[in-house]
């Protein structure tokens, strides 16, 4: 996975600043990055699909993604693999993860997703968007967000 960080982001140094970043904030508001555990860069369409199969059945889908990234980022799990994506489903109560994720259902709605936001401009993660207009990129602070979010409040949606 680091090398392939180092290609995007120009070199080491790049990715040592940007992970050290990172790390901070992150501590800051209770994530623990081990970016040294990260040594696999999943496909993440399952993971996707998997969010987007909860929505579908009205779970509350925060407490899987925090699986998803905690994961990631603080345990170094590939979230592309299925018995990952299995356990963390399992753990916050979804049912027949492993043979629903055998399948290819809720492909097409993640990929049209992706498309729709793409065309939105957004090239990268994490990217927050409030009330269809205020959009916040990359790792904030959790202040940076709040206020973005009270002022999505009163601020007209983008056509």
């Known amino acids: 996975y680091r090398p392939f960080l180092e290609r995007k982001f120009?070199?080491?140094a790049?990715?040592?600043?940007?992970?050290?970043?990172?790390?901070?904030?992150?501590?800051?508001?209770?994530?623990?990055?081990?970016?040294?555990?990260?040594?696999v860069r999943p496909n993440t369409l399952s993971a996707y699909r998997l969010i987007h199969r909860a929505q579908q059945q009205?779970?509350?889908?925060?407490l899987l993604v925090d699986a998803l990234f905690r994961a990631h980022f603080e345990q170094g799990l590939n979230v592309g693999d299925a018995e990952t994506l299995h356990m963390l489903g399992a753990a916050v109560g979804m049912?027949?993860?492993?043979?629903?994720?055998a399948g290819d259902e809720g492909s097409d709605e993640?990929?049209?997703?992706?498309?729709?936001?793409?065309?939105?401009?957004?090239?990268?993660?994490?990217?927050?968007i409030f009330n269809g207009g205020i959009a916040v990129s990359g790792a904030q602070p959790a202040a940076v967000l709040l206020d973005a979010?009270?002022?999505?409040?009163?601020?007209?949606?983008a056509s």
Do not use: Y
């Not at 049912?95 to 994720?101: I, T």
């Not at 979010?149 to 949606?157: I, K």
């Open 95 to 101: 049912e027949d993860v492993r043979d629903w994720l």
């Open 110 to 128: 993640v990929i049209a997703l992706e498309e729709r936001v793409r065309q939105l401009g957004v090239s990268g993660v994490p990217v927050f």
């Open 149 to 157: 979010a009270l002022r999505g409040v009163d601020a007209e949606p």
């Open 10 to 12: 120009g070199g080491a």
């Open 14 to 39: 790049a990715v040592d600043a940007m992970h050290a970043r990172l790390a901070a904030l992150g501590e800051a508001d209770g994530v623990m990055f081990r970016f040294e555990r990260m040594t």
């Open 58 to 62: 009205g779970l509350a889908t925060d």
